[in-house]
């Protein structure tokens, strides 16, 4: 498949609170890898040419250590690189951040739920980013069944809201009553959650209730799968391998192709940091599977 015109355009578009976002987007973790900032200044900005204008990042993506715990060299935060990158930023773009979580080079990566803890991740945010609002802030949660109410720290990211500091609100790691909670606090413009054609888990019905509310469902891992923080699948099912040969496209093209099917209210955030990989995914939007495909995949 041809992918040196296909845009971002190509997989449709969704609206998150007032802002139309392409259902392609861009995940910014994997770009702190390179010890080189350069490459990952370049890939972003490919990003946006190529129509891409909604990128989902957080303060805690860093390397060396963070989410990924790889690299060497001075500390490479993806929120700057988003900021060297791109600032001043294109008026439709839409970067989606999340909270929860922090980072600190001396002890790791630490869980945040307190009030105070999550205004400070809300101003790391802004100072990286050089914004003086958040465009949609997820709250990231463990999932820990019988004590992981979201009620008190949604409720401080919605005061948050209401100062001006966050424009829209978001989820991430969540089950349904979680929404169903944070939705009786102020709106949801979106869940993001880890799903993959063949790493699915309970997520279908959620996927679908969120559809049903008008809530975008945002997968993370989707070309990762079970490997997740390990970067993309080595190892692809025989239906993607065989759909992808049909079309003579890559398995990982397939594997964002499915996830787009899911239902309009989807929408992809594939990260790479190689500009090669990043033209690969966009064009993924332009691919059409058939029922009888999707039925295999399922």
């Known amino acids: 498949m041809p992918t040196e015109e296909i845009t971002a355009a190509a997989a449709g578009s969704w609206t998150l609170g007032d802002r139309v976002v392409r259902r392609m987007g861009f995940g910014s973790m994997r770009t702190t890898v390179d010890p080189d900032p350069d490459r990952a200044v370049r890939v972003l900005r490919?990003?946006?040419e190529l129509g891409v204008n909604h990128i989902d990042t957080a303060a805690f993506y860093v390397s060396p250590g963070g989410t990924l715990n790889v690299g060497t060299g001075p500390a490479r935060y993806a929120t700057e690189l988003i900021r060297a990158a791109l600032a001043p930023y294109p008026e439709d773009l839409v970067i989606t951040t999340k909270v929860g979580f922090g980072y600190d080079?001396?002890?790791g990566l630490r869980e945040e739920a307190t009030p105070a803890g999550l205004r400070a991740q809300v101003e790391e945010n802004l100072r990286r980013l050089g914004r003086d609002h958040l465009d949609v802030v997820n709250l990231r949660?463990?999932?820990r069944p019988g004590r992981d109410s979201?009620?008190?720290?949604?409720?401080?990211?919605a005061e948050l809201r209401d100062a001006g500091l966050i424009r829209h609100l978001g989820l991430s790691n969540v089950r349904l009553d979680h929404l169903d909670e944070a939705q009786a606090i102020a709106p949801v413009v979106c869940v993001q959650n880890s799903y993959a054609v063949d790493n699915r888990g309970d997520q279908d019905a959620l996927?679908?209730?969120?559809g049903a509310r008008g809530v975008a469902y945002v997968p993370f891992f989707a070309l990762a799968g079970a490997r997740r923080e390990a970067g993309a699948a080595a190892e692809h099912t025989a239906a993607v391998h065989e759909i992808a040969r049909a079309h003579g496209v890559t398995p990982h093209q397939v594997r964002l192709a499915w996830t787009l099917h899911q239902g309009p209210h989807v929408l992809a955030i594939p990260?790479?940091?190689d500009e090669a990989h990043l033209t690969q995914n966009i064009a993924a939007g332009a691919l059409r599977l058939s029922a009888e495909e999707l039925a295999a995949l399922d």
Not at 150 to 157: D, H, I, K, T
Not at 207 to 210: H, I, S, V, Y
Request: with cysteine; net charge positive.
């Open 207 to 210: 996927l679908r209730e969120c």
């Open 105 to 107: 080079p001396a002890t």
């Open 150 to 157: 979201v009620a008190e720290s949604f409720g401080a990211l």
């Open 141 to 143: 949660i463990v999932k």
């Open 46 to 48: 490919r990003a946006v």
């Open 271 to 273: 990260g790479t940091g």
